[in-house]
Nanobody
């Protein structure tokens, strides 16, 4: 499966952005999807994940209550709605696909998008 992430940009603290990740080449509805991020000088970290049907989600503590992951299986797309952004959210955001449901470990994902930059100014 191939993944194409988009929607990043520059936003002021307190603002919102919605990231999208379009999948192709696989059976999207059978894939667990996740978002990860990597800030400069830091390791890649888990952000959020969603089950095959979209009925279950799981978030990192740092974003819970501010970010919402969702998916549209008819459009083969997963979204990350980010609100209440803070400078610490600045990172390259990656979407990922795998056969596990609700996985927070990056090694459980088989396919990765190219990343989209999110920059939050103070």
């Amino acid at each position: 499966v191939q993944l194409q992430a988009s929607g990043g940009g520059l936003v002021q603290a307190g603002g919102s952005l919605r990231l999208s990740c379009a999948a192709s080449g696989g059976t999207f509805s059978r894939l667990g999807m996740g978002w990860f991020r990597q800030a400069p000088g830091k390791e890649r970290e888990f952000v959020a994940t969603i089950s095959w049907s979209g009925g279950s989600t799981y978030y990192a503590d740092s974003v819970r209550g501010r970010f919402t992951i969702s998916r549209d299986n008819a459009k083969n797309t997963v979204y990350l709605q980010m609100s209440g952004l803070i400078p610490e959210d600045t990172a390259v955001y990656y979407c990922a696909a795998g056969r596990s449901a609700l996985a927070s470990r990056s090694e459980r994902y088989d396919a990765w998008g190219q990343g989209t930059q999110v920059t939050v100014s103070s």
